[in-house]
C-alpha cells in the first residue's frame, strides 16, 4: 500500500499526480530546482525537496539526487510523472533496488521500447505494422524523416527533402537528442506525408489483462510536437480503430507490459504504421480520462500496488479536445518572465503548472496549460475550448492562445480534416494561410478603453482636486490624447456614436451604435503595458513615454538573441559571405535548438559571441553588413 509519493518531476504533471493522491489519502512529496523554488507544484505537496542548481542534467535529470530525496522524505513510492527520468530504466531499477514502489512499467519494458529501432524490430515480430528503416548512410528514397532513438516530444527529428541536406540535419538531430536524453542515437525512415497522427492508450496490470482506452488523435503539431489532441479520432474507420487497438495490445503484451502507455501510429487511409511506444502517461491523458470517465493517475498507482483490472474497459461517451497553451510567439519561439494573470474560464478542465505571478525560466519546457474541453459531440467540446480560450485573460507574456483559437474554429479542423502537415506550409493554418474569418474591425475601442482607464486611474491616485476630469483647462486648446505604440487615440472628447458607461481603472463600459461592451483593463508594477480584454479579443498596449529616456542604438544588421539560451556552435566567422537564409549560429534553450539565420544576403562584421556562451534575449550575436547593389 502506497503511503508517501514522492513525483519525480516539476510543473502541470506533478500538481496533476498531487490531486490524485490527495483524493486517496496519500501523502505527497515534490522536488524542485532553483528556478522553481517558487513553483506551485512546489508549495503543493506535503512535503518538497530541493535539487540544487537549475539545469535539468543536475536537477530533475539527476537519479542519485532524487534516490536521496525519497530517502529523506520518507516516501516509499515514486511516480516519474513524463518526460525527464519517466522512460529510464537505469531510474526504475535504481527506485526498485531502494526498496521502492515504481509507479511505472517493468525496467525491461522500458528498455525493450526505450529504443525506436529496437523497438521497431520487437513491434514487426508480434504483427504490428512498421515503416521500414533507411540507411542513414545511402538512404534510396526522399523525404525521409530523421529521428531521435531514445526519445520524442519532436527533439532530435528533422525533415529532410534532399541528399545535400542529410549530413547537416543527421548531425544537427544527433546533437539535440544527446542534449535532451543523453543518447544520440538516430535513424530513418521513410516520411509519410499528410498522415494522421493516432495513438492508442493502454493500461496493463500484473495479471495478464490488458485494456485498449481507445484512440486519441494529435495530428495538429508544429516542429513534430503536439498543439492540439482529442478523443475520439474524428477521421477514422472503425475497421481501422479496431486495427490500431489490437495492435496496441498485441504490441504491450510482447513486452510484458505493467500499467499506463501509449502505442503510436502513422495513420493515411486504411494503411497503420508504427511510430514508437511511450512507455509512461501522455501529457494529453486527460482526453482519454474524460471519454472513458476513468482517473488513469488513479489507475496507475492501484496497479502499482498490484490491484488487477476488471476484464474490460469502460464504454467511450462523448468527445473531449485538448489545447497546449505554451509560452512562444507566433514564430514558435519560447518566451520566458513573468506571467502575470493566468485566468482561464468556462465549463473546461485546466491542468497547468503555472499560476497569475508564476516565473517562466529558460531552462524547461514552456508549456504552461492544458485546457481541455468535453462535450456530448464533437461540436460542442469545440465550441467550449473556443469560449474558453476567447475569454481567457493572460498577462505578461507571449502565448499561443490567438493560433489555438485559430485552430479550433478553422472549419477544416472542425469538419475532422487534421493531419499532420494542418500546420505545414499548404496546409490549412500554413504561416502563409489567410484566418480562417477575417477579424472584425474594433473601430480603436480596446485602445479608446485603455486611455479612459488610465486616466481613470490618474484622478483617483491624484493627491488634490480629484473630482475633476483629469486634464481639466477652462479653455481648451486642444483634445485629450493618449498615445500608444499600436494606436493614437483621442479619449476627450470622445469620438463619434461613443458614450461612456462607467470608467474605473480595472474596468471600462463603452456603447456604441446600441451595443455596450465591457473592457477589462489591468496594468502591473514594473510593466509598462496595458492588457485590455473584451468580446472582442485581447489587445495589449505599450503607451509612449512623454519624456522618452535615452536609448541605445542597435547597430543596422544587427542579429538580435530571440530568447535567453547558450550558443551551441557558430557558423560563420567575421569577414564571411552570407546569404539570405544561411544559418549563422545556433542557440540551444529548453532542450530544443534553434538556428538563428541570416536576415539578408552581406558581410559578417562582427561576431559578438562564441560558443556556450550564454546570452540574454535581445542580446547582439553578430553584425551583416547588408550587400548593396
Request: aromatic share 4%; with cysteine.
Amino acid at each position: 500500500m502506497i503511503t508517501r509519493l514522492l513525483v519525480a518531476n516539476r510543473g502541470e504533471i506533478a500538481r496533476r499526480v498531487f490531486r490524485t493522491c490527495r483524493s486517496l489519502g496519500v501523502s505527497t512529496v515534490a522536488v524542485f530546482s532553483d528556478a522553481d523554488s517558487g513553483a506551485p507544484h512546489a508549495r503543493e505537496a506535503d512535503l518538497a525537496v530541493r535539487l540544487p542548481g537549475a539545469h535539468p542534467a543536475e536537477t530533475y535529470l539527476a537519479v542519485d539526487r532524487i534516490i536521496e530525496a525519497c530517502r529523506v522524505s520518507g516516501a516509499d513510492a515514486v511516480h516519474p510523472g513524463y518526460g525527464f527520468l519517466s522512460e529510464n530504466a537505469a531510474f526504475a531499477r535504481a527506485v526498485l533496488d531502494a526498496g521502492l514502489t515504481w509507479v511505472g512499467p517493468p525496467p525491461e519494458a522500458i528498455e525493450a521500447m526505450g529504443s525506436k529501432i529496437a523497438a521497431k524490430r520487437l513491434m514487426a515480430e508480434a504483427g504490428v505494422p512498421v515503416l521500414p528503416s533507411l540507411d542513414l548512410a545511402a538512404p534510396d528514397e526522399f523525404p525521409l524523416l530523421v529521428k531521435a532513438s531514445a526519445g520524442g516530444g519532436g527533439r532530435g527529428m528533422r525533415i529532410v527533402r534532399h541528399a545535400g541536406e542529410l549530413a547537416a540535419e543527421v548531425e544537427s538531430a544527433r546533437r539535440e537528442a544527446e542534449a535532451a536524453f543523453g543518447d544520440g542515437a538516430v535513424f530513418a525512415e521513410p516520411l509519410l506525408e499528410a498522415a494522421r497522427h493516432v495513438e492508442v492508450q493502454v493500461l496493463a496490470d500484473g495479471h495478464g489483462t490488458v485494456w485498449a482506452l481507445g484512440e486519441r488523435e494529435c495530428s495538429v503539431q508544429r516542429r513534430h510536437q503536439k498543439v492540439v489532441e482529442e478523443c475520439p479520432s474524428p477521421g477514422i474507420s472503425e475497421r481501422t480503430r479496431e486495427l490500431l487497438c489490437a495492435a496496441a495490445v498485441r504490441a504491450a503484451r510482447r513486452i510484458g507490459y505493467v500499467g499506463a502507455g501509449t502505442v503510436e501510429f502513422l495513420v493515411k487511409g486504411e494503411r497503420v504504421a508504427f511510430l514508437e511506444m511511450n512507455t509512461r502517461l501522455q501529457v494529453e491523458h486527460p482526453v482519454t480520462e474524460l471519454v472513458f470517465g476513468v482517473d488513469l493517475v488513479r489507475l496507475q498507482l492501484e496497479v502499482a500496488e498490484g490491484a488487477a483490472l476488471p476484464s474490460g474497459p469502460p464504454a467511450p461517451r462523448g468527445h473531449a479536445i485538448e489545447a497546449r497553451l505554451y509560452a512562444e510567439d507566433a514564430a514558435y519561439v519560447p518566451q520566458t518572465g513573468v506571467l502575470r494573470r493566468f485566468e482561464v474560464p468556462g465549463d473546461v478542465r485546466v491542468d497547468s503548472g503555472v499560476e497569475s505571478g508564476s516565473r517562466v525560466s529558460p531552462h524547461y519546457d514552456a508549456m504552461l496549460a492544458k485546457i481541455v474541453a468535453y462535450g456530448a459531440t464533437r461540436a460542442e467540446a469545440a465550441r467550449k475550448l473556443a469560449a474558453s480560450l476567447r475569454g481567457a485573460r493572460l498577462h505578461g507574456l507571449t502565448t499561443n492562445r490567438d493560433l489555438l483559437l485559430e485552430i479550433v474554429t478553422n472549419p477544416a479542423f472542425l469538419a475532422g480534416e487534421t493531419n499532420t502537415a494542418f500546420l505545414s506550409p499548404g496546409g490549412p493554418l500554413s504561416p502563409l494561410s489567410p484566418p480562417s474569418s477575417p477579424p472584425s474591425g474594433d473601430g480603436g475601442l480596446p485602445a479608446l478603453a485603455a486611455a479612459l482607464a488610465m486616466a481613470a486611474g490618474r484622478r483617483r491616485e491624484a493627491p488634490v482636486l480629484a473630482g475633476l476630469p483629469g486634464g481639466w483647462r477652462n479653455v481648451r486648446s486642444q483634445p485629450a490624447r493618449a498615445r500608444f505604440e499600436e494606436a493614437d487615440v483621442v479619449y476627450d472628447p470622445l469620438p463619434a456614436g461613443v458614450t461612456v458607461v462607467s470608467a474605473r481603472p480595472e474596468e471600462v463600459v463603452l456603447e456604441r451604435d446600441g451595443l455596450r461592451r465591457t473592457f477589462q483593463v489591468a496594468r502591473y508594477d514594473g510593466d509598462e503595458r496595458v492588457y485590455v480584454d473584451s468580446p472582442m479579443g485581447a489587445a495589449v498596449l505599450t503607451p509612449v513615454p512623454r519624456l522618452p529616456e535615452p536609448v541605445e542604438h542597435v547597430a543596422p544588421g544587427s542579429l538580435l538573441a530571440p530568447m535567453p539560451g547558450s550558443v551551441l556552435r557558430v557558423e560563420v566567422a567575421e569577414g564571411d559571405t552570407v546569404a539570405r537564409g544561411q544559418p549563422v549560429l545556433v542557440l540551444e534553450a529548453m532542450k530544443m535548438e534553434h538556428r538563428i539565420a541570416a536576415p539578408a544576403g552581406g558581410v559578417v562584421s562582427d561576431v559578438r559571441v562564441e560558443k556556450g556562451q550564454q546570452v540574454e534575449a535581445g542580446a547582439v550575436l553578430a553584425i551583416i553588413q547588408e550587400e548593396t547593389t
